[in-house]
């Protein structure tokens, strides 16, 4: 049998930023397509003028760029891509209003904004349960229309909806649902600028664009039926639903900037990985029926169906995605993270020093599993990068005695006489310099951690000593002994 290719698209509003559960769509929506070897499409829906971002758009596609993303269809794809944009297609929208118009399924409307205004007022003193338009211009008669249209009255066309009937229909992630006709505005579908509103142009477009499925956010479910009464009036047939869940901030409030950052951008820019943040938005709403939850990109691909997305809201844990980020950076070839912690560098007041990339290489095999974020290669171990300048207090006090000066003086001239020395040479001359003593390493250890790196944490002292080098930890211990006897 020949299975129709599926055929997907992500619908953005430029509105500045992507955000985090935009992104969430997205993927799906590429999961999905890629799953089944279907097409995504990009549609930038730019009909609301008035929350249009200079800049929006090229925002949009450069995070989308960066999440890997990648799109399949757009007017000339071909040599660089690019997305529909709906303000370009303004005719296409006019002609299907009129469509509507004459067959007495969309009608012009006159009403002010006063008129409106008063409506609305009116109709929250009797306490009805939503403003609705009360279908007014729908009896006009033809001349009355023909002469407001003549004398450039303007009007926008609305929706006709028929009252005391059932729109019912099928959610994959939701299930049947059902709404009442008598709920439902006669909407606007196109604006008095000319331009159509989102219910207008995302079913027509999602009809000439052949969209097999529409996969979006729960908060456009209050829209389907409407866009249901669309499909329905031209005779067109409808794609799949599936509306995902809602995004929720820990105490189970809508996911809001208040709480945290909701701008994709914000977390490329604090150094979250692609793959961690991918891996982690995919989880906020589905898994696989198991436990696991580090994907790379092709399993998820592999693995994702809508059966599995559910309907509850879906927490947004920070912790999880800092624990992802932390997985993804240590499983990386150490010569990619090379390539990332050379790039930290270059941004930082390490720029001007030079570090061989075998040094570098050391450092990251040191603090591999100790770190989460990129950046913590220089804010978890400056030691690597510049000699400390300063002593942390507290562990001065717990780890600097009174004979340590004199320890670690018998240590560096035992060191001064080491030969290109191994990560073991140094710690031979650690062992034998206390058994000779007859005293602890600890006693050699501590003072020895505090010279060289300024702090009492990070990885083995020998593999520290051994990334500085003999010259170096000699050097350090030179300043140490100065700065601390
Ligand atoms: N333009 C809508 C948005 O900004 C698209 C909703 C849909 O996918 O239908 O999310």
Redesign the pocket.
Known sequence: MNEITPRLRF???PTGYLHIG?LRTALYNYLFAKNKNGKLILRI?DTDRKRFVEGAIENLIDTLNWAGISFDEGPDIGGEFSPYLQSERLGIYKELAQKLISEGKAYYCFCTPERLEKLKEEQQKQKLPQAKYDKYCLHLSKTEIEEKLNSCIPHVIRLNVKPDQKIIFDDVIRGTVEFETNNIDDQVLLKSDGFPT?HLA?VVDDHLMAISH?I??EE?LSSTPKHIILYDYFGWEKPIFAHLPLLLNPDKSKLSKRQGDVAVEDYREKGYLKEALINFVALLGWNYGDDKEFYEIDELIEKFSLERVHKSGAVFNIEKLNWLNFEHLRRKPDTEVLKMLRAEIEKSEFKDNKYSDEYLLKVISAMKERVSFIKEYLSKSPYFFHAPETYEEQNLKKRWKEDSAELLNKLKERFELLNNPSKEDFEKVLDEIASQLGISKGQLVHPLRIAVSGVGEGPGVYDIVYILGKEETISRINVALQKLS
Do not use: D, M, Q
């Open positions: 619908a953005p509003s935009g829906e989102y995302n529409v979006r956010g456009w």
